[in-house]
């Protein structure tokens, strides 16, 4: 009798094991398959066409994907430096008796979801940029920024957890070579932990451009391509977020699958390079 | 001025500029946090909790209906979420450890767990939401459940390995079934790490918006019927907001507070319960 | 009492009521201690775990400043002046005081990278000089022979022991008055052990050494003092053959012929 029970909890939770497996393939069948009506009638052009025009039944995805870019670079860009700094307050300056709160409230907060972020945005951060740049105030620039505040927290933990992997007695040895703190974080502790910190960045882009809500607020929808940062832009997410309700043909169903599929496969690649080329799974329990 | 009278200087500005950049960095997650208590506070009321949503502009709406409907939205999401991730975990650290198909579905897993779940919203839109004609609870529920797998799945696959295994031969030794031995040994052993995956998973589901714009879809009024539209706290909170109505803006920063309130809990017992684990 | 020799030659450092209590502790880890280090030679520390003589010997160039609130009193004079001042310069007192680690600690860059590293930080930068003092660092820590061929290899690619001889040779190459050395063979086998502790013997010409270690034996082989220490007082210094033949104090005796410890 216990032995037949023992084979049934071992298959079944094998299958279950499987069926995520199988989960996973069949999210990106779905897409595929839906995303085909959109294949057939555009081809490559769609990922080339400047034009979205749902009443013309013609759609191209250029803004959207140059919006994602531009959204995430300028994020990355704002953050990158900032988190290192957070990182290196935490790891190398602060007091004990700072490190462990601001620590954990920084955990914290990347815990908060995003929509809060993009009410923050929409309420305190667009009158901002309107002053300060003119226009409505929803634009390109408003989001990378409330973008980067967003992934603000992950990128400082991940960054400093990375940091932290350095031995003591690796940074204690530059010092006393009559290291400055400086000299230690640019020639031990940043080389040491280079592939987890950049690992880090790379896991924070793929998370950014996929992030939906702390965008959506403050993007505008817009699928016009503007190098004026202050305009209203779009974003792949940002379009799926506000179209995929409203949708009301064949084709712009479809469409909005292609998107969904390419914004998966962008960030499952991202997240892979950052995973198993930079972050190398910790294999606990041995 | 010799070579390390430089690197002094050097080294002094950069500390400034970190402890410059972590106070721009700490002022801006501060003014967020200030923001949703004070705003949230000050939305508060009983009528939230009491009554549903109302037509803007005659202040007596409330979020029972989102309230209820978020709390049978993750419900349910866990109620199947968490087992099935659970079982699958435990094959993971139990049957496949090393096996190249455990690796496989921990890598999958790890690269799901950062994947956008907007994506998650329309592959559920389209095995659920087309196939019946129709938003409803079950979709925003299937979605958040998607999303919640690999997380309990990844936690208790590391929190079983943890136990030292030790323990699970030495109730080999007394002749116990394997299943036994998983259920009432190892799980025993990893409780309060598998508890700690659990409520970081719910967390993480409970404030997801984005899958459930075009799943649950929304409602404005209570409803209980699963196979319905269902309002969400997260969705109520981005229609509201964007809504141009002061009143409707107000309850959006009062679920808003709730919401991350909630999701704030959940982490910090969370972490409680793992230091507690540490400690013993 | 503590039995402490007279140190008739000349003194490297010399700790006067020195005491040092670890942050969050209210116990001192070192209690009013004094000892003189003699110039030139090699003195030893021993004593059960938990004695201090790590924290002392990491006193010495200050390590324990890059942690908050430890707190210390008393003197450590090095070059007639007290080095447990505020105003101490700590960048070219540890550029004078160097120290070896209990497990190697290749820095991840190239092997001549690493010894370079101490020298370039003192704004050496002229090729043919680094390449000159590295090459003779790399001489006498006794690896030249095996790195010459690979010196713009990662450090990390060396061999435990060969690791080691390269943080004394980068320890070297800035010129230091004093080395500490903390247990530097605790994570090494015994042939590599006995190319350290010959390496270190070779050095004494050069710079006044100190050694933390575990192990009696590897006192008693390379040290000329010993100074036996226990619950954060020094209990016995003399000269090392004196201390582990004819120990002036009982609580000396018990502890090297393994009584405690």
């Known amino acids: 009798m216990s032995s037949i029970i023992d084979k049934i909890f071992a298959n079944a939770t094998k299958f279950i094991a499987i069926g995520v497996l199988l989960l996973v393939a069949w999210i990106f069948s779905v897409l595929f398959e839906h995303s085909l009506k959109s294949i057939e009638a555009f081809g490559f052009s769609f990922l080339t066409e400047t034009k979205w025009a749902p009443n013309l039944e013609k759609f191209g995805a250029l803004p959207a994907i140059y919006g994602s870019v531009v959204s995430t670079f300028l994020a990355m860009i704002l953050a990158v430096p900032i988190a290192i700094g957070i990182a290196i307050f935490l790891s190398e300056i602060a007091h004990a008796k700072i490190k462990t709160p601001v620590g954990v409230s920084i955990e914290l907060l990347a815990a908060i979801p995003s929509v809060v972020y993009g009410m923050w945005g929409l309420f305190y951060f667009v009158p901002i940029i309107r002053d300060m740049f003119g226009g409505i105030g929803i634009s390109m620039l408003t989001a990378g920024i409330v973008l980067s505040i967003m992934i603000l927290p992950f990128m400082a933990a991940v960054t400093r957890d990375a940091m932290n992997t350095t031995p003591d007695i690796l940074k204690e040895s530059a010092y006393a070579l009559g290291g400055t703190k400086w000299d230690v974080i640019k020639d031990i502790i940043i080389p040491y932990a280079k592939a987890g910190i950049i690992g880090s960045f790379i896991l924070a882009l793929g998370r950014a451009i996929g992030e939906t809500m702390a965008v959506t607020f403050v993007m505008g929808n817009v699928h016009k391509i503007s190098t004026d940062l202050t305009q209203p832009a779009t974003s792949i997410p940002v379009t799926l977020a506000n179209e995929f309700a409203e949708a009301d043909s064949e084709l712009y169903f479809s469409s909005l699958f292609e998107l969904s599929l390419l914004l998966l496969v962008i960030s499952f690649t991202i997240i892979s390079i950052a995973k198993f080329y930079f972050l190398r799974r910790k294999r606990t329990g041995q | 001025m010799t070579y390390t009278q430089k690197r002094v200087i050097a080294n002094s500005i950069v500390m400034a500029l970190s402890t410059l950049s972590a106070l721009i960095g700490i002022g801006f997650l501060l003014w967020i946090l200030s923001i949703l208590i004070i705003n949230g506070v000050d939305a508060l009321s009983m009528t939230i909790f009491l009554e549903e949503g109302a037509p803007p502009g005659n202040e007596s709406g409330g979020l029972k209906h989102a309230l209820i409907g978020q709390l049978m939205l993750v419900g349910y999401a866990s109620a199947f979420g968490v087992p099935l991730g659970i079982m699958a975990g435990t094959y993971l650290s139990e049957y496949g450890l090393k096996s190249k198909l455990s690796e496989t579905i921990r890598d999958i897993s790890d690269i799901m767990m950062s994947a956008p779940s907007i994506v998650i919203g329309a592959f559920v839109y389209a095995i659920v939401v087309a196939p019946s004609g129709q938003f409803s609870g079950w979709a925003g529920s299937i979605a958040l459940m998607i999303i919640m797998l690999p997380i309990i799945l990844r936690t208790t696959d590391d929190m079983l390995q943890l136990v030292p295994s030790t323990l699970r031969e030495a109730a080999f030794a007394l002749g116990t079934p394997k299943y036994k031995v998983i259920t009432q040994v190892v799980y025993r052993g990893a409780k309060a790490g598998i508890l700690t995956g659990v409520m970081l998973g719910v967390a993480r589901v409970a404030g997801e918006t984005a899958p459930l714009l075009f799943t649950s879809f929304n409602d404005n009024f209570l409803n209980t019927d699963m196979s319905q539209p269902m309002a969400s706290l997260t969705v109520t909170m981005y229609n509201y907001a964007t809504s141009p109505y002061e009143d409707w803006q107000k309850l959006g920063w009062a679920a808003a507070f709730i919401l991350s309130m909630f999701i704030l809990t959940l982490n910090i017992l969370g972490r409680l319960f793992l230091l507690k684990r540490k400690g013993k | ?261």
């Open chain 3, 1 to 261: 009492m503590a039995t402490i020799v007279d140190i008739t030659e000349e003194q490297a450092l010399k700790v006067k009521n020195f005491e040092f209590t670890y942050a969050g502790s209210d116990e001192p880890n070192i209690k009013k201690l004094t000892m003189p280090i003699a110039k030139h030679s090699i003195t030893a520390l021993i004593g059960p775990s938990g004695c201090g003589k790590t924290t002392l010997l990491r006193s010495f160039n200050r390590m324990h400043d890059l942690y908050p609130a430890n707190r210390y009193s008393g003197e450590i004079i090095f070059k007639d002046r007290n080095i447990l001042t505020k105003n101490e310069d700590l960048i070219k007192l540890r550029t004078q005081i160097g120290m070896i680690f209990q497990k190697p600690t290749a820095f991840p860059m190239s092997i001549f990278d690493n010894v370079a590293y101490g020298l370039r930080l003192q704004g050496v930068k002229n090729k043919t000089e680094l390449q000159d003092r590295v090459e003779k660092a790399l001489q006498d820590a006794a690896i030249w022979q095996e790195a010459k061929d690979r010196l713009k290899h990662d450090a990390n690619g060396l061999s435990g022991g060969q690791q080691q001889r390269l943080c004394i040779a980068r320890a070297i190459a800035v010129e230091p008055e004093v080395l500490l050395f903390d247990e530097p063979t605790s994570a090494l086998d015994p042939i590599s052990t006995a190319g350290i502790e010959e390496l270190i013997v070779g050095l004494k010409e050069r710079v006044s050494i100190i050694i933390v270690t575990h192990n009696m034996q590897q006192a008693a082989r390379v040290s000329d003092y010993t100074g036996f220490m226990y619950l954060g007082e020094l209990v016995e210094l003399s000269p090392t053959e004196e201390l582990f033949v004819t120990p002036k104090e009982r609580l000396t005796e018990e502890y090297i012929t393994g009584k405690f410890g």
